[in-house]
């Protein structure tokens, strides 16, 4: 690798970062996660611990061209949650994004709350500490602590008008696209606010919301893609019948650079969306939403276009259900002003005994327009094709214990080029692990 390509990595976003699919799915099956009654600590609070310990192999750890950098990973897992309920039966208002594409899946005023009292609430934090097994000096120093801290709830949740909260930290940990000991560590807070109006025996509900996303690289080579996201909306919901709801959803961001290093152009994306959900035999359901979103960018590149998105459910039995989902969208992107996607996604989730799957397999064909100048590519545009299977495994070995097999597989395909180097990548990963609760 020459000196120049180096520097150009190390001090520009590698775009392949973002080429990570962010699909939706419409049921929250997660194999191999482990919670137990937890320890009671007040009346109608508990402390839910969990700890885990995960290994295997990883084939592509710099996410390059080739395979070559292949090694062991171990990683270690430490999870508390604490709440009014357990996180299997809190049930209030969720809270949802406007540029989440499986929001509609469910209402976000629809349920409430079982739990007496005017709050219920859950807190959790997930630590993750990864060790690379390998005689690579780079490979090495990519370890480091993923963290994940999440707090929600919702204020009268049994009332007519109820206010919901949620607080959601993240600290991503990626190593960079070239064999090197940096990495493309970030942190991102992700703030919802959200009061709900849903009167008791009516067919009519809605919402209003607040947002707020903070997005920062740790790098100080990085700063130039830190950016800040507010996001204001409204929606509507008329349920004619028990299983059948009708939506609208408008809302307005305001999104710009954060720092006086960054170089993000500011925008104001505009969306409004109608769309229904509705279930039609007692285990076919079935979801689509139709709209308009404008970027409204500040400079360069712009779109203007309708989005769409459908998804099909049917139960095969009780202990078996598949998804299809198909969405078209655009989104704000870190390194360029904003990114178009076609995805495809299918989910199977299987119970066979005490043996919980999940296989799901991705299609997505990207479209980025705009890309920063620092990045340092051979075009402001760029189109790539991405393809994601995942195989999640888990067994009940005792009621406080649970073993777990994952793998996934991602490859990126793109037409861009950084200096006269493909970004392209293929990957594999495969654990096991165990995972242990109270």
Request: net charge negative; no cysteine; aromatic share 10%.
């Amino acid at each position: 690798m020459s000196h120049l390509r180096s520097y150009a990595l190390r001090t520009g976003l590698v775009v392949a970062l973002l080429a990570t699919p962010r699909l939706a799915t419409a049921q929250e099956v997660a194999p191999g996660s482990a919670e137990g009654d937890g320890i009671k600590v007040g009346e109608g609070t508990v402390i839910h611990p969990t700890i885990g310990l995960e290994t295997g192999v990883v084939s592509n750890v710099f996410y390059e061209d080739s395979n070559a950098n292949f090694a062991g990973l171990a990683r270690v897992i430490a999870e508390f949650s604490t709440g009014s309920l357990s996180g299997r039966r809190l049930s209030g208002p969720q809270l949802v994004s406007d540029d989440d594409p499986g929001a509609e899946q469910g209402s976000t005023t629809g349920a409430r709350s079982a739990a007496g009292g005017d709050l219920s609430y859950r807190a959790s934090l997930r630590l993750a500490y990864e060790e690379w097994l390998s005689g690579n000096d780079n490979v090495r120093a990519q370890r480091d602590l993923a963290i994940g801290a999440n707090v929600r709830g919702v204020v009268y949740p049994r009332r007519t008008w109820s206010f919901g909260f949620e607080e959601d930290f993240v600290r991503a940990i990626r190593p960079t696209n070239f064999e090197g000991p940096g990495d493309l560590n970030r942190d991102i807070n992700h703030v919802k606010l959200q009061l709900n109006y849903q009167p008791i025996g009516r067919t009519l509900s809605g919402f209003a919301r607040y947002q707020n996303t903070i997005d920062v690289f740790e790098g100080d080579n990085k700063d130039f893609a830190n950016r800040m996201q507010h996001t204001i909306g409204v929606r509507s919901e008329w349920r004619p019948f028990p299983y059948t709801m009708f939506y609208a959803d408008a809302s307005l961001g305001f999104y710009g650079g954060l720092g006086g290093d960054s170089t993000k152009v500011s925008s104001l994306p505009l969306r409004t969306v109608i769309g229904a959900q509705s279930s039609i035999t007692v285990d076919t359901t079935v979801s689509t939403r139709v709209g308009f979103a404008k970027g409204f960018y500040s400079a360069g590149p712009d779109y203007t276009m309708a989005i769409f998105g459908a998804q099909v459910g049917h139960r095969f039995s009780p202990q078996a259900r598949a998804t299809l989902l198909y969405d078209y969208d655009f989104q704000d992107s870190v390194n360029a002003n904003f990114y178009r996607d076609h995805a495809l996604r299918l989910r199977h989730d299987q119970q066979i005994g005490e043996v919980v799957g999940t296989a799901d397999v991705g299609l997505i064909f990207r479209t980025y327009r705009g890309v920063l100048a620092e990045v340092m590519g051979s075009s402001p545009d760029r189109s790539d094709l991405m393809f994601t299977a995942h195989l999640g495994l888990a067994r009940t070995l005792r009621t406080w214990l649970v073993g777990t097999i994952d793998y996934n597989f991602v490859t990126d395909q793109t037409d861009y080029m950084q200096l006269g180097d493909d970004p392209s990548y293929t990957r594999h990963e495969l654990l096991v692990g165990l995972r242990a609760a109270l």
